[in-house]
């Protein structure tokens, strides 16, 4: 053996890594001109494809995203919603878009109340709202897009025809969805195609959405919403009950929206409005600014108790004051000024709270994929993606090839509150995209996937990039923390303050030390989320990329 090689073994502990982590991780893709990370590595490829012909990280997202809506169902799809973050170079800006859809102008709230309802089932026509994907790609593209849409979604096509195969995780949660879908007018024609689920490995073609995708590509995003796409949904909606029609479809538009942000230690972290829950996040930030986390050190005790407590605090915030800003005017800037985190601060004690109380601030005159893309423009998108609960509502219309979602599940039945149910509102939403900015620059677009987890996860990629020094793909593959049960948008309430799981990575001394501070643990698989990231290197002049290993994607840079 090498005598210097021999040497290190002798200093070093076997299983240290060379990066220093204590947790597996990664080298970061770095490339020059542009950059994709996806959760799909076909989409990944289709997103540079375009990059390399000219299209704009915009063009590309559409490409990536198209290509998640073949082959990870299980997550997105023409049914769901959209939104996105875009940093514009020529106006030195960044600029959010809303994709998400209301609910159906002929459901009201006391159709729940005649049937006994008190909360909306998670499945078939009840909870299916306007999707907002499509008109999502075609208000983006009109705005940011370079080539034209038959271009951007003929990988998708072509996938479609051809047959693609499935990968590891989809397989996994592909037979989830089946087992609770499978009996779903049309579902079973569409997603079983050899009468079950599609194994790892295994091709899947779907002609019923490269038809789809043939005819938006030709004839734009009216097909959908006023044509012969809204004419099918609105005939298979009434032939199963169903109460999303063609004028609901006829009627919506998603809306360009001003991003909000706090300032962490120097950087400004940025997300969406409500009625996302995307202000969950900068409300932990803020609460969370006020102790030195570098000193605690990453994975100490400290350090997850503080988390967990600032979580509770704005989740509690989350549940009564998020919705939709047409109908509540929730009061975004008293929620995300220092003052009003100060104030929320002091509830933390050295013990586990069960719950907190609401704040009060004064009100001023806010599953799935996540994907990143940027181009040689310097153009950054950070967008997500989702049918809501993998594969939607099980409603599946007319030869169209993709599943309706259900995201009108997240409404409260409980009349007076934010959040409360009403015909044409959108839904309280857990999909959201976030985005870094330093000294007015860009720098970072990313996001994690998986319902409640989002904001948790956003909040611990800040820390584990701005705290404690990590790289952008050490910030993604460091183990996390995820507190479920706090009090929630759809009426239900915290209980005995909730669980708290811990990823493995974590020193395996921490779960004793969080339970004699009186957190309850709990036992999680597969919800700590899932991270894409993007960074800019001014000083370089290149591009890093992030994929983490909980989904089945990459990240791919030229």
Known sequence: MNFAVFALLAVAPLGDRVTGRSFATRSEVIARHGMAATSIPLATAAAVDILKAGGSAVDAAIAANAV?????????????????????????????????????????????????????????????????????????????????MERVLAPAIAHAREGAPITELVAHYWAIGAEKLGAYPGFAETFLPAGRPLRKGELFANPRLAATLELLAKEGRDAFYKGDIARRIDAYMKANGGFLAYEDLAAHSGEWVRPVSVNYRGYDVWELPPNGQGIAALQMLNVLEG??????????????????????????????LYADLEFMKTPVQALLSKEYAATRRKLIGERAANSYPAGNPAIDEGDTIYLTTADASGMMVSWIQSNYRGM????????????????????????????????????????????????????????????????????????NLVDFGMNLQEAGDAPRYLHEGSSEPTGEEMKDGGRVSLEAGFEPGLARQLANKGHKLGYDVGAFGGYQAIRWDKSLGVYFGASESRKDGCALGY
């Open 392 to 463: 939607g509502s099980g409603m599946t219309p007319g030869e169209l090839g993709f599943v309706l979602q259900d995201r009108g599940e997240m409404f409260d039945l409980t009349p007076g509150r934010a959040n409360s149910y009403a015909p044409r509102k959108r839904p309280f939403h857990t999909i959201i995209p976030a985005f870094i900015t330093k000294d007015g620059e860009p720098l970072v677009s990313f996001g994690v996937m998986g319902g409640a987890t989002q904001p948790q996860g956003h909040v611990q990629i800040v820390m």
């Open 291 to 320: 102790y030195d986390l570098a000193r605690l050190g990453f994975g100490s005790l400290e350090h997850a108790h503080l988390f967990i407590e600032a979580k509770k605090l704005a989740f509690e915030d989350r549940a009564r």
């Open 68 to 148: 998640q809506a073949l082959l990870e169902p299980t997550g997105c799809g023409l049914g769901g919603d959209l939104y996105a973050l875009v940093w514009d170079p020529k106006a030195r800006e960044l600029v959010g878009y809303n994709g998400s859809g209301r609910s159906p102008a002929s459901l009201t709230a006391e159709e729940f109340e005649r049937r006994k309802l008190t909360r909306i089932p998670p499945l078939g026509p009840l909870p299916v709202s306007v999707p907002g994907c499509v008109d999502g790609w075609f208000a983006l593209h009109a705005r940011f897009g370079k080539l034209p």
